[in-house]
């Protein structure tokens, strides 16, 4: 088993930056894909940015490539998302998720655990 908890969430205004972080417990995170996925009041969780098991490749979500950037320290075994240049559109609840030996995969199905989400919200 696998517990991710997420933080750094908060209020931020537009063109705003924040970090969050993804801890786990339980397993070392460094035989799994790392995603992380968002969402909005109303609508479906979507994803955002995942990194391979290996820390070789990265995937974005058209939306916020050239802004965000996952990163990965096995050694502290946490994942990070930097925000950068926040529009309100941002604003979502966000979720990293573990997905073994995953190539970091878009689809949520294939991710096995799941933190509890921490909230962002961009004022304008």
């Known amino acids: 088993q696998v517990q991710l908890v997420e933080s750094g969430g908060g209020l931020v205004q537009a063109g705003g930056s924040l970090r969050l972080s993804c801890a786990a417990s339980g397993r070392t995170l460094s035989s799994y894909a790392m995603g992380w996925f968002r969402q909005a009041p109303g609508k479906e969780r979507e994803f955002v940015v995942a990194?391979?098991?290996?820390?070789?490749?990265?995937y974005y979500a058209d939306s916020v490539k050239g802004r965000f950037t996952i990163s990965r320290d096995n050694a502290k075994n946490t994942v990070y998302l930097q925000m950068n240049s926040l529009k309100p559109e941002d604003t979502a609840v966000y979720y990293c998720a573990a997905d073994l030996y995953g190539l970091g995969s878009q689809v949520l199905n294939e991710y096995d655990y799941w933190g509890q989400g921490t909230q962002v919200t961009v004022s304008s």
């Open positions: 990194i391979s098991w290996s820390g070789r490749s990265t």
